[in-house]
C-alpha cells in the first residue's frame, strides 16, 4: 500500500505515520510506501525508516507532480491553523482551501487516466461550528448540527468537506472527512492556532515553566488526547463506505471539559505547585475567537465505529507524560514534575 | 448607485434588471449605472437603456478588471445549471466556484484599496439540500436544514454561500446568501438544468407543442414564479444586515408543488387539449437527480423579511401568459390557447 500523509511533518501527522508503521498494515494491507509532505522536514525517527519518503514545501507546489503518481491511500491533514487564517485571510485561502482542491483535482486526474479512486480521509475541525443569528448553536454539537464558521479556518474546513463529499460522489475519491476536537497535549511549543492554550496550560507548568491561560476557567471545549485522535483517523480510513455512513462529514470522540476542571487533573496529577504555575490574563483577541466555538461535542457516528474518548482529563495529562517519558527531551519537558 | 449583475443576460438576471430599471432605485438611492455581465449579450430592451452597460465574456476573465472598478452593489446570479454541471465537473468547479472566488476577491481588493463594502446578493439555491444516509432530509427543508447536497451544482453553491459569508464576516463585502426555488415558469427554450421540465410541461402546451414529463406525477417540488424571486432578490438586498439576521443563506418562499397539480392548474387555466399535450416518460437521469431533491421548503426568514409565494400554481401559470402576452412573440409563444 503507498500512503500520502499531507502534513505529515506536523505533531498529529509524524504522530500517524508512527502509528502506521509500527501497525505495519491498514485495511490488512502492507504500508509498503509512507509519503510525508509537509513544510518542514519530518522527524528524525522516520526519516530513518526505508518506507518514508519525505518531501519538504508547499503542498501547493507538490500537487502538480502528484496527478502522475497514484496512491491508495491519503490523509489530507495539512493546513494553516486558525489564528494564522485570522491574521492573514489570503494564507487560509491558500493553504487550505486551494492545496486541498489541487490535491483532490490531483487524484481525479489518476482516475480520470484509468487508476482507482484513493481512499482519503480529510481532517476537518470543530471549528465548522458557530453561532449565528439565525442558527444558535447547541451547546453540544452533533454530527449533524448546522455548522455556521465564526472564523476563516472554519469556514475552509467546512467549504473542504463539501469538496471531499462532491468528488466522493463522483467517484474521483473515495474521501471521509472527520472532525477533529482540540488536539491536546501537543508537545513543543505553542502555535498560532487559537486553541494553543488549551495544551499550554498543562505542557508548560509540566515542564516547570508559567503559563498564561487567556480565558475564563468556566471555558467549556471539547478535546482529545493525540492517541484516541490517531485511532479515529485510522479508523476512520478503515471504515467500509457503509459503516461510515453517508458523505457528509462526522466528529470524532470528545471530553468535553472546562478549563478549572483541566487544571483541577493537572493538579490532581502533578501536584499544587505546578498547577499553580498557571494564571489567568484575559487576551481579547483568543477570547473572542474561543467563545464562538462549540462547548462540547457529541460522536454517535464515531461511536458506532467503536471510538470512544477518554472520560478524564486527567487520563490524558498521564498519557502525555507517559510519552514524554519514552522520549529523548524528557527530562527537560517534564522538569516541573518531582519524577 | 452603480450595481453590477453577473449572468445579467439570463432570464433571471435580465428581468431582475427591468425591475431595477423600473423602480429607478434601490435602498432609496438612485440606480446610475448597471453593468450587466453573461456569456451572451442581454436583450435589446436593456441595451437600449442609457443607464446600462452590457460585458459579453466569462465572468472569469472579467474578475481582473474588476478589482479597480468600485461596485454600490452585486447581484451575483451567473452560474452553469445543474445539468450542466453533473455533465461536465471542470466546468461547474470553474463557472460556479472559481468565477465567485474570484468575483469575492476582486471586492476584496477594493476593500483593501479603501473603497466601501459592496453589499453582495449570492443566488444559492435549494439545491443545496438532499438525501444523506447520516442526514435524513425533512419532507420541507427549512433555512436552517442541514445541506446535503447531491449535485455539483449543490455543492458550489453551497461552498460559494460559505465563501460569502465569510467575506462579510471579514468586513470585504456585505453579503446575503438567498436560495432560489426552481424558477418557473421561464420562458424560451429548454436548458441543461435538471429542473428545466418544471417550466417546459407549462410553456411548451400553452405553446401548442408537445411536453414530455421526465418524472413521476407524484413529484412535489418548490417552485417560484419569476416575479416573486426577483422581489425575493431585491428584498434581501435591501433588507439591513439586522433584519437579514446573521450570515448564513436563507431560503426564498416556496409553493411546495405536486407535478400533478401543475398539470391540474394547466388545465384549469388553459383547458383539457393544452393539458393532454403533455405526456409521461420517465428519464432515468433526470428522474434520479430530482429524487435527491426536496419535495418542498419553507422561508421563515424570508417571510419575516415581507417575501410571500404565490399560493396557487395557476396563478403563476397566469402570470407567464400575461408576461408573454406583453411581449411580442406572444401570438407564437401562446399558440396553444384559444385566446
Known amino acids: 500500500m503507498k500512503l500520502l500523509i499531507t502534513g505529515g511533518g506536523g505533531f498529529v501527522g509524524a504522530r500517524l505515520a508512527r502509528a502506521l508503521l509500527a501497525r505495519g498494515t491498514l485495511c490488512g494491507r502492507p504500508v509498503e510506501q509512507l509519503v510525508l509532505t509537509d513544510l518542514a522536514p519530518p522527524p528524525a525517527d522516520l526519516l530513518a525508516d526505508a518506507r518514508v519518503q519525505a518531501r519538504t514545501g508547499a503542498l501547493?507546489?507538490?500537487?502538480?507532480?502528484?496527478?502522475?503518481?497514484?496512491?491508495?491511500?491519503?490523509?489530507?491533514?495539512?493546513?494553516?491553523?486558525?489564528?494564522?487564517?485570522?491574521?492573514?485571510?489570503?494564507?487560509?485561502?491558500?493553504?487550505?482551501?486551494?492545496?486541498?482542491?489541487?490535491l483532490l483535482d490531483a487524484l481525479r486526474f489518476n482516475v480520470n487516466a484509468g487508476g482507482k479512486a484513493a481512499r482519503v480521509v480529510f481532517s476537518s475541525s470543530v471549528a465548522v461550528f458557530g453561532p449565528d443569528p439565525a442558527v444558535p448553536m447547541p451547546k453540544v454539537v452533533a454530527d449533524d448540527t448546522l455548522p455556521a464558521p465564526q472564523t476563516s479556518y472554519g469556514a475552509q474546513k467546512l467549504i473542504c468537506e463539501h469538496l471531499v463529499a462532491d468528488y466522493t460522489r463522483k467517484g474521483y475519491i473515495d474521501g471521509r472527512a472527520a472532525r477533529l476536537m482540540t488536539v491536546t497535549v501537543r508537545p513543543g511549543r505553542p502555535n498560532g492556532a487559537a486553541s494553543s492554550f488549551f495544551s499550554g496550560i498543562i505542557r508548560e507548568p509540566l515542564a516547570g515553566v508559567e503559563s498564561v491561560c487567556p480565558v475564563d476557567a468556566s471555558v467549556s471545549h471539547p478535546v482529545s488526547s493525540p492517541s484516541r485522535t490517531i485511532d479515529g483517523l485510522i479508523k476512520v480510513f478503515e471504515a467500509s463506505r457503509e459503516t461510515f455512513n453517508g458523505r457528509t462529514a462526522l466528529n470524532l470522540p470528545a471530553l468535553n471539559v472546562r478549563v478549572a476542571d483541566m487544571l483541577e487533573a493537572l493538579a490532581q496529577v502533578a501536584g499544587p505547585k505546578v498547577r499553580a504555575l498557571v494564571r489567568f490574563e484575559r487576551?481579547?483577541?483568543?477570547?473572542?475567537?474561543?467563545?464562538?466555538?462549540?462547548?462540547?461535542?457529541s460522536a454517535a457516528r464515531a461511536n458506532k465505529l467503536g471510538l470512544m474518548p477518554h472520560t478524564e482529563f486527567a487520563e490524558i495529562i498521564r498519557q502525555y507524560i507517559e510519552d514524554c517519558s519514552a522520549a529523548p527531551t524528557a527530562a527537560q519537558t517534564l522538569k516541573g514534575l518531582s519524577l
Open 60 to 102: 501547493l507546489s507538490q500537487t502538480e507532480a502528484l496527478r502522475e503518481e497514484p496512491f491508495d491511500g491519503v490523509f489530507h491533514l495539512a493546513s494553516a491553523v486558525s489564528g494564522e487564517c485570522e491574521a492573514d485571510f489570503e494564507l487560509g485561502l491558500r493553504s487550505n482551501l486551494d492545496s486541498t482542491r489541487a
Open 283 to 297: 487576551d481579547e483577541r483568543i477570547a473572542g475567537i474561543v467563545a464562538n466555538w462549540p462547548t462540547g461535542a
